[in-house]
DNA sequence: CGTGTTTTTGACTTCAGTCAATTAAAGTGG
DNA sequence: CCACTTTAATTGACTGAAGTCAAAAACACG
């Protein structure tokens, strides 16, 4: 359970941090909030379903994915989640979970009670404010995987998924190298890209031939991100980035 | 503009209804929040991609669609809105606009001063907690949308679209007969399913001789609707629509 | 070092796309 | 209400991107 100086919810403070602005008290409200703990294996499940959650989770490390399944037995990962994700928030709030949440890879995570976090919500509209962004620029995602996956496609498709992975790994550098670890099996690509795993082997060998990745095990290593923007039709604009992030080094105007 | 018995936003009313209880002067409070009636032609645009829009359009009547374009020209359509949707919220709340909201049909709609709708958010927090749900629930059918577009072959694809429609326009009536009036032509319903015009047109004819739905003009009448929902693997769940509406008949424990 | 997963490759199939022409509907103005 | 124009729906013949099946090679790890 929580403890006073518990730092354990310091991810969320730092995500919410980037969505609207917090006072010290907010701040220290968020890191009170009461919670358990829990590490969990990867395709572990935080939520199935069908559940009606109690909790709900914080991803303070690691990856987790958002998954559905459709009448034939495929799979669609239809989000990533990265560490300060608030990853149930909406099954909490809908009452029924409507999907799944698993751990991607091996990852911490923090239970916050449901009535703990609503009411948070509510007494601190700063608080709010931020949380409701957050699931704004969600639905901007999710709204962007759709054109991505609907029009776009194979190899422009991962590109663009290669680019957004950069953005919101916080791995991009414009005009010089970027690259990072990507968790996902070619399976779990493919599930994510409503390709085969077998195409988006081909595919990835593909962006890599034509020298847009390079691939050392798992990790990818983007040489020239614009071109492979260019390739992938990529623009962050979706992913409501706070201004100063990671973007072209400089910007005179604060 | 705003005058005190002003039934314009009177659809926002109902459908925040459906979403969270609302006393009575928050209900009235919504009515009164100031706006501009605005009448607009089939495929206007209400809202722009880069646009920093400084109000927010109420939906009064008719069909809105959201929609992207990708780089090769072509257009996804991500969303489909009806009456009583805020229909930019998101891009009001969000700054700059990262998709395009256009008239589907003719529309008649009510642009609302975004920072009267925050305030009005953040200082009724039963207001407020009613637009966060929807925001919500608008994320969980884009998720449904990635799944749909992502992992169904365009058989079920079209056929999960069509049920979908029938219980947004609430023309869902479980053991009877049901049918609405789908405003949209094929080659937009391509744009929305990722699919071609050509291959819509097919498949529509299929769905046709297979008796699952039959078309009259633009009108769509499913005899069997379990029967179209099964093949369309829906299940309504994502809609996260009250208990009460358009389900089986009865209910024992409200 | 062996066992199970993941990646890679080849040969073949299929679902959906493309191109192009025809028919049907929906408007429009006289 | 009817010719005239425009837009939408339909159909056929052909192409191509991605899927399927199956096997081999490369890793990952206890």
Redesign the pocket.
Known sequence: MADHDDKTLQPLVRKLLTLAPLSDEDQAAILALPHKARALEAAAYIVREGDTPTHCCLLVSGFAMRTKLVGDGERQIVNIHVSGDMVDLQNAMLGVADHNVQALTKINTAFIPREAMVDLAFSRPSVGKALWIDSLVEGAIQREWVANVGR????P?LAHLLCEFAYRLDAVKIGEECNYKLP???????DTT????????????VL?EQGLIR?S??AVIIDDFKRLAAVGDFRPTYLHLPPAASEPPRRENA
Do not use: F, I
């Not at 776009?152 to 190899?155: T, V």
């Open positions: 776009r496609r194979a190899l498709r996902m099996t070619q399976e779990q690509l493919a409503g390709l085969t795993p077998v195409h988006v082997n081909r595919t990835l060998k890599d691939r095990k798992r």
